[in-house]
């Protein structure tokens, strides 16, 4: 190998600074020397990450009595039970409820008295009537019960408690007798038809999943389903322990396959460039410092270029900086030639090579070993011819 002339160079860190070599055909083969030509295309990549599915707390609903009462009967009483939007969950009992209702029958039977020639009376008869329908419609009654309680003039003894939404239930903290205050949550409610998936992502891949982003979803409850996703939101923050980022992916759930507490495997089919300078990963020489291509001269020798290295894809990543379209580089034996470029900043040698302007990189074996053989050939010859002379004498 031929070395370059700056042996002993250092850089600004202290570290030697790599010489270009040389190589022959023959030394090439031996070293399995492989060459490319850099040229652009398109770089995609796939990122991988493990999400948890959870409710979507915008699904979430909890129903709880702004009145004093107690539990008289319940409709829906066990946890993960379906209901429906509409659907009678349970009745309560409030003497406050019963007094209310008085009140809006009393109200009711003054204002049918009151002509509505009575101009200002009749008027404020209205308004109490009114009053009375506004305070039942606070406490979640609704306005069919309001208007059965007017047209059949009896008072109901319990009030009914409703879905607000279409789904299972998700808790129940509620018995028959049960005394019950206003907020007291009876029941959590989810609508599962959509969920959530929260997973995390490295710092690195941040820069490619977005709000919007689409997402292949499996869970190995179904092996082979794959679903859709979409992100809708990316945290804020990083977590300092496991620096990566939380996501969050909204996902239809028609069929109600997916449920919270699943494990999910997340896959990103994510686009780094369309068109975009990528070589090997092989090609590059990390050095801890600095990221290295050998490049290819038109006089055959290799020399040492920094480069700066882009987002990684497969066994390829994406050149920032260093390289150009066209240029060839080194693709494989990379280490092999990084050791004798190291070795020529030295100023030394990989055994069997040899540098200098002029010098065979590598001495033929056989050539070292019959120089050798004749040398002791005459050594020994000279030293029987002594022997025989001495002998003579």
């Not at 070599?21 to 796939?46: F, H, I, K, N």
């Not at 509620?174 to 599962?192: F, I, N, S």
């Not at 490619?208 to 996703?229: L, N, R």
């Not at 066209?326 to 030394?348: K, Q, Y």
């Amino acid at each position: 190998m031929q070395a370059g002339g700056n042996a002993g160079t250092t850089d600004s860190t202290g570290a030697q600074v790599r010489q270009a070599v040389q190589l022959s055909a023959a030394q090439e083969r031996a070293l399995g020397v492989v060459y490319m030509t850099v040229g652009r295309d398109r770089l995609m990549r796939t990122i991988r990450t493990i999400g948890r599915i959870e409710a979507a707390e915008d699904n979430i609903a909890d129903v709880t009595p702004k009145i004093d009462g107690f539990v008289e009967k319940l409709y829906v009483s066990t946890t993960g039970e379906p209901v429906r939007r509409g659907q009678a969950l349970m009745t309560l009992y409030s003497p406050m409820l019963v007094a209310a209702q008085e009140e809006l029958l009393t109200a009711s039977r003054l204002a049918a008295q009151v002509d509505s020639a009575a101009g200002e009376a009749w008027h404020n008869a209205r308004q109490l009537v009114e009053a009375a329908r506004r305070r039942l419609a606070y406490w979640d009654i609704t306005p069919e019960q309001i208007a059965r309680v007017e047209t059949t003039g009896q008072v109901a003894k319990t009030l009914t408690l409703v879905s607000p939404v279409t789904g299972v239930v998700l808790e129940k903290d509620v018995v028959e007798g049960k005394r019950v205050t206003p907020g007291t949550r009876l029941y959590r409610l989810v609508d599962l038809s959509t969920v959530w998936v929260e997973g995390e992502l490295f710092e690195q891949d941040l820069q490619f999943v977005t709000e919007g982003a689409q997402a292949h979803i499996e869970v190995a409850a179904y092996p082979g389903v794959h679903m859709m996703g979409r992100v809708s939101f990316v945290y804020p923050t990083v977590d300092e322990s496991s620096r990566t980022n939380r996501v969050r992916l909204t996902v239809a759930n028609p069929e109600l396959r997916l449920k919270p507490g699943m494990f999910a495997t997340v896959y990103f089919d994510v686009e780094i460039g369309e068109d975009v300078i990528s070589i090997p990963i092989d090609a590059v020489v990390a050095t801890g410092e600095r990221n290295l291509v050998f490049h290819r001269h038109e006089d055959g020798s290799l020399h040492p270029h920094e480069v700066v290295l882009g987002a990684r894809a497969g066994d390829r990543v994406q050149i920032l900086a260093g390289l150009e379209e066209g240029v060839e580089i080194v693709a494989s034996a990379n280490f092999l030639v990084d050791a004798e470029s190291r070795l020529a900043a030295t100023g030394g040698a990989m055994p069997g090579m040899h540098h200098g302007a002029h010098g065979s990189a590598i001495e033929p074996e056989s050539a070292h070993t019959e120089h050798v053989h004749e040398e002791v050939g005459a050594e020994q010859t000279e030293a029987e011819g002594a022997r025989t002379e001495h002998r003579h004498d």
